[in-house]
């Protein structure tokens, strides 16, 4: 029985030192990262960037979300390539870190057999992130331009977007990342969208701005290594 108590006691232990951690981790990040979410109807002038979601989507026959996170960063910082070159290199470390994620294990576990090789790091760094590459299983790229890529994403009776695009700004460099949910609205019911779930939009946030913020880091780091050779 002490024994028992003693393995109880640092289960609980360790419990609460993680949940600890990834709520400060949050609380931190929420600092370094301008978000901004709404939830309803979908308005076309908050989605002005996201071209590929259907138009009945803007309606009252469906029920959404959007979630957009941003990070800002002195051009000066970022190595001297062309924004598509600098988009592809930073979601080719983003998405190869997300594999490694808990959400992205879930998602291999679901998978066909035939779909799991694009959780692969080898996969995702091959990839330019063009028309139709697929990417950890459920992220089909529906539009790729210099400075932005759409990928669309189905669950269930929810389908979405999510996007990755950077813009300049006086002199910054603006990334961001955006999340569009919408399922259609039902005189009876609707399907709920994963992040109405307090716990899901927690850890959906803390992965997204996570990615978002070292994903810039590493860029700028990587800018620095050239520097330096």
């Given at each position: ?5 003693s ?8 419990s609460l030192?993680?949940?600890?951690y990834?709520?400060?981790l ?7 990262i301008?978000?901004e979410k709404?939830?309803?109807?979908l308005?076309s ?5 996201i071209t ?32 598509t ?8 470390r983003?998405?190869?870190a997300?594999?490694n ?7 291999w ?5 035939e779909?799991?090789?694009?959780f692969q ?7 330019n992130?063009?028309?139709g ?12 331009s ?5 990928f669309g994403?189905m669950?269930k ?7 990755v695009r ?6 910054d460099?603006?990334f961001a990342?955006?999340?569009a ?11 709920t ?8 939009r927690?850890?959906?946030?803390l992965a ?7 994903g ?12 330096s050779?």
């Amino acid at each position: 029985m002490p024994a028992l108590l003693s393995v109880s006691a640092f289960l609980l232990a360790a419990s609460l030192g993680t949940f600890t951690y990834l709520t400060l981790l949050h609380r931190c990040l929420k600092n370094r990262i301008d978000h901004e979410k709404c939830y309803g109807s979908l308005l076309s002038s908050d989605c002005t960037t996201i071209t590929t979601i259907p138009p009945e989507v803007y309606t009252s026959e469906y029920y959404a979300l959007h979630d957009r996170a941003t990070r800002r960063v002195p051009r000066q910082l970022l190595p001297h390539q062309k924004d598509t070159d600098i988009l592809t290199v930073f979601l080719r470390r983003n998405m190869t870190a997300f594999a490694n994620f808990p959400q992205a294990y879930m998602l291999w576990a679901i998978s066909p057999v035939e779909i799991r090789p694009t959780f692969q790091a080898s996969h995702i760094s091959s990839l330019n992130f063009d028309k139709g590459d697929l990417i950890c299983g459920i992220y089909r790229v529906l539009e790729r331009s210099a400075d932005k890529v759409e990928f669309g994403m189905m669950h269930k009776e929810v389908e979405g977007r999510l996007v990755v695009r950077l813009w300049d700004e006086d002199k910054d460099v603006v990334f961001a990342s955006e999340t569009a949910m919408w399922t259609r609205m039902d005189e009876m019911h609707r399907a709920t969208m994963p992040l109405e779930n307090p716990v899901l939009r927690f850890f959906h946030e803390l992965a997204a701005w996570w990615l978002l913020d070292s994903g810039v880091k590493y860029l700028v780091d990587l800018d620095g290594e050239t520097d330096s050779e």
